[in-house]
């Protein structure tokens, strides 16, 4: 059990039954009348997200969540595979659980494996990856129509969009949780 004080963000609730991670939240006090902590939440099988409000000081019972260092092996059918850096143990993870972070997932990643009661819950990428453009149409200088970006898809099949100065084989830094481009990376 925790208060509404002790919320942050990443904190996983039992709220009547169902898991729901803590995306933002701000505490409030407003001229008139008590405290109160707004907050977003999302769930973590669906990852519908919500707004909640809850009074200042009340108790919320936090769920047990196992954050595990873990390394993306391969896919195999419909699951993806991953391994405990520490103790080598194999565990499969659904589709659906790796959900959008599966976009920029590249075999021997070390991402973290979110567990509760031993099943696996989410996938948290890093913030950002190194990944290698594997086909963009070549920049043409002097076209600045489309606000000097052009579509690339990287290695794991995702589409972002780049700089025109980019070509086919650069390495390129992406932002995971938004998809975007960060920068170019030389080697």
Do not use: C
Request: charged content about 25%.
């Amino acid at each position: 059990m925790a208060t509404t004080n002790d919320l942050k963000n990443g904190l996983v609730l039992n709220l009547e039954g169902q898991l729901w991670q803590v995306v933002e939240f701000q505490h409030v006090k407003p001229g008139k009348g008590p405290a109160f902590v707004r907050t977003k939440l999302k769930n973590v099988l669906s990852g519908k997200t919500v707004d909640k409000t809850f009074n200042a000081g009340l108790k919320v019972d936090t769920a047990t969540v196992d954050r595990r260092d873990m390394q993306y092996l391969y896919k195999d059918g419909e699951d993806f595979v991953f391994m405990d850096v520490k103790t080598y143990d194999q565990v499969f993870v659904p589709e659906n659980v790796v959900g959008d972070a599966a976009t920029f997932l590249l075999e021997n990643q070390e991402v973290i494996v979110a567990f509760h009661d031993d099943a696996p819950l989410f996938v948290e990428m890093p913030a950002s990856v190194v990944l290698t453009i594997s086909h963009t149409e070549p920049g043409l200088q002097g076209d600045r129509s489309s606000a000097g970006t052009k579509p690339a898809t990287v290695e794991t099949g995702a589409e972002i969009q780049v700089p025109l100065f980019l070509n086919t084989g650069d390495r390129v830094k992406v932002d995971t949780r938004s998809g975007s481009y960060i920068s170019r990376v030389n080697d």
